[in-house]
């Protein structure tokens, strides 16, 4: 969705390394087999200096990642946590994007990745709007994607693994041959999932609904930021499986991502949903409020650089 940024360095098997030279061989055992588990995380500038938001939680989901897909990283939660902000004070970023990848490096051949090395990187770059320059404020079109959300008895949702974004990438690629924003991915049964890389809401009758972890979707950190704020607000928040038919009479829709923060969905399949809401801008105004380190009720999710 958008071409890379280079810059300095990045963090390597608990070393700073030369961009350029942050390479890996063609039999490494990820390329060929998806085993890689990654995060993305965010940092803001704020008033009082850079602050990585929701840093621990995303390292922690990191290492759940790795641990469910038999990868006992060789680095511990602390050591990830100093190795990110390290690497975004080297690059001298006041805002990025960051990317943790752990991934089983060169040694191994066929399916098993027991045998191959664990190798962890950390790269930042600055990443603006994820879904266009006009998708926060005026918010984008979607369609319900013929490809199904990955099965939770195949490659899980909940391990954010390389493996499961092919099944993003052919939904995200198909959405925007039809002309749509993005894709939103009905599970095996058939209820509503997430976007190829967002969780998604519905605001009705004042209401706000997402779908339960249970649906097979990634535990997003901003949807879990997202629920804690409408909660803070007096909204009622609930937890509840979906289907298409929701999306279309729902007031408002809205997907929620690192990337992608907090965007308004502005038709399903070619039905108007309308402009952005008022419940869904109150939320992104407060998300970025919380994430600008402009509330201090939320500053226990900021990690200042
Ligand atoms: N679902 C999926 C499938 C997903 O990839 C993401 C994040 C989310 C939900 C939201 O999770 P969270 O970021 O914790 O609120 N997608 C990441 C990757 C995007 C990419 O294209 O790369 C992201 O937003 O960083």
Request: with cysteine; glycine share 8%; charged share 20%.
């Amino acid at each position: 969705m958008a071409d890379i940024v280079e810059a300095k360095y990045i963090w390597k098997n608990g070393t700073l390394i030369p961009w350029a030279e942050a390479t890996t061989h063609v039999l490494s055992h990820a390329l060929h087999y998806g085993t890689a588990v990654f995060e993305g995380i965010r940092c803001y500038q704020t008033e009082t200096g850079s602050a990585v938001f929701r840093l621990r939680d995303h390292m922690k989901r990191f290492l759940s990642s790795a641990r469910m897909i038999n990868m006992e990283l060789p680095y511990r939660h602390e050591e990830l946590v100093e190795a990110a902000l390290e690497t975004i004070r080297s690059n001298g970023f006041a805002s990025c994007y960051i990317r943790p990848i752990a991934y089983r490096g060169y040694g191994a051949v066929g399916v098993n990745p027991r045998s191959a090395p664990i190798d962890v990187a950390i790269a930042v770059w600055p990443w603006d709007a994820y879904l266009g320059d006009t998708a926060l404020a005026e918010g984008i079109a979607v369609g319900i994607s013929s490809w199904r959300q990955r099965s939770v008895n195949a490659t899980p949702g909940a391990i954010k693994s390389s493996a499961s974004y092919l099944n993003s990438g052919l939904a995200n690629m198909e959405a925007q041959d039809h002309g749509y924003g993005e894709a939103v991915l009905l599970n095996e049964l058939g209820y509503v999932a997430e976007g190829s890389g967002e969780n998604i809401f519905t605001v009705r009758d004042g209401i706000v609904a997402t779908p339960p972890l249970s649906d097979g979707i990634l535990a997003g950190l901003t949807r879990d930021s997202v629920m804690q704020i409408a909660r803070d607000l007096g909204y009622t928040v609930l937890e509840k499986s979906l289907v298409r038919t929701d999306l279309y009479q729902a007031d408002e829709v809205f997907f929620t991502g690192t990337a992608a923060e907090l965007t308004p969905i502005n038709s399903v399949d070619h039905r108007a949903i309308g402009k952005p809401g008022p419940i869904t801008l109150k939320l992104q105004g407060r998300f970025f409020a919380a994430a600008t380190g402009r509330l201090s009720e939320y500053a226990e999710w900021l990690d200042v650089v």
